[in-house]
């Protein structure tokens, strides 16, 4: 039973915090429309965005041993934070107290190719496609003894959960997607978007060229590129280097840059997939529809939102639905906004 009274203390409501609407009335109606918004401050990284993690833990599942973060009463329902590219587990550095607090058990992974996960043998293929990252996430949930979790994330880990609830909705209890609906369509993929949206992308094409990958495998390179995303993907988030810094020792990972280029070359069909994921891409390319409870996030600030607020993706959620969008955020809503994210967590949970 979530404690209402706690949770407002968690997001600093008794501090002079930006006020979120409470977990019933005006906002447990707007789960029946489906339309909310969230306003939050323009966001500072400040001793909150500095907050760091226990010890990381690790675990061998599937073809991977995974470095993890875990807070929150190990007997506590599990919630599962995806973070995205180029991102790191501490996007939920302030998240996962939150939720915490609430008795939820929160565990937070690197991504393959990123901070302390490692492939368990050198000869596995390194595959940055979809349903191979989200099959880790599976193998993850095996490995721990997790029967269904909430699976929340943004860019990567949206797309990943997204298809978990698609494919396996028995091992989601609930969905928070920013974004909306993320699987890829490699067919809709080979079609132009208009020239704006293209702009955006721009690393998306750096990558598909022997420049991109060099730059990714150039440890200042790579490092001044993530940072420019970094700035323009979150134009209203002031964050400072040091904030930076702690994320980009991730993508020291020797794996890092081949499955970063893996993953967009693949999106473009400039890259092949693996045999063992074909029948998943197959039903993945049918668009399945995600029945489990479900919230979606829209960054008003984020250059890859589809406008719309929400209706490009609506027809794509056929169980329990509230949509939001976060004012003033950019494309990494759970370190720009936490306490908004961490709400959306406890709220999907509750549909």
């Not at 890829?184 to 993929?189: D, W």
């Not at 993945?284 to 008003?300: F, G, M, N």
Request: proline residues 8%; glycine residues 10%; charged residues 25%.
């Amino acid at each position: 039973m979530i404690n209402r009274r706690t949770f407002g203390k968690a997001l600093g409501l008794s501090a002079g915090g930006a006020v979120a609407a409470p977990l019933s009335g005006p906002a447990h109606a707007s789960a029946v429309t489906g339309r909310r918004d969230a306003t939050a401050a323009p966001p500072v990284a400040g001793p909150r965005g500095r907050t760091g993690f226990p010890p990381l833990k690790k675990v061998r599942a599937g073809l991977l041993e995974v470095g993890y973060a875990e807070v929150g009463p190990a007997h506590g329902a599990p919630v599962i934070c995806l973070h995205g590219w180029p991102y790191d587990i501490h996007s939920y550095a302030d998240v996962a107290p939150l939720l915490a607090a609430e008795g939820y058990r929160v565990i937070v992974p690197y991504l393959r190719g990123h901070g302390t996960t490692r492939f368990v043998s050198p000869r596995t293929f390194r595959n940055g496609q979809q349903s191979a990252l989200a099959l880790d996430i599976i193998a993850l949930m095996d490995a721990l003894g997790l029967e269904k979790a909430v699976l929340a994330g943004f860019d990567w880990g949206a797309r990943s959960a997204g298809i978990i609830a698609a494919l396996w909705p028995e091992r989601c209890k609930a969905l928070v997607s920013v974004g909306g609906y993320l699987v890829v369509s490699l067919e809709a993929n080979l079609q132009p978007l208009a020239p704006a949206t293209e702009r955006a992308w721009w690393y998306q094409y750096y990558f598909s060229t022997e420049r991109g990958r060099i730059a990714m495998e150039d440890k200042g390179k790579r490092h001044d590129l993530t940072r420019l995303v970094w700035d323009t993907v979150s134009p209203t988030w002031h964050f400072d280097d040091a904030t930076f810094e702690r994320t980009a020792a991730a993508f020291e990972n020797p794996d890092y840059a081949a499955i970063v280029i893996h993953n967009y070359r693949w999106r473009l069909s400039l890259a092949e997939g693996e045999r063992r994921y074909e029948p998943y891409e197959k039903r993945l390319a049918a668009r399945p529809a995600v029945v489990v409870p479900a919230v979606t996030l829209d960054a008003e600030r984020d250059p890859f939102t589809v406008p719309g607020d929400g209706s490009a993706y609506r027809e794509k959620f056929e169980g329990p639905y509230d949509h939001r969008t976060l004012k003033g955020v950019g494309h990494n809503p759970p370190q720009e906004a936490p306490e908004a994210f961490a709400r959306a967590v406890v709220d999907a949970d509750r549909l």
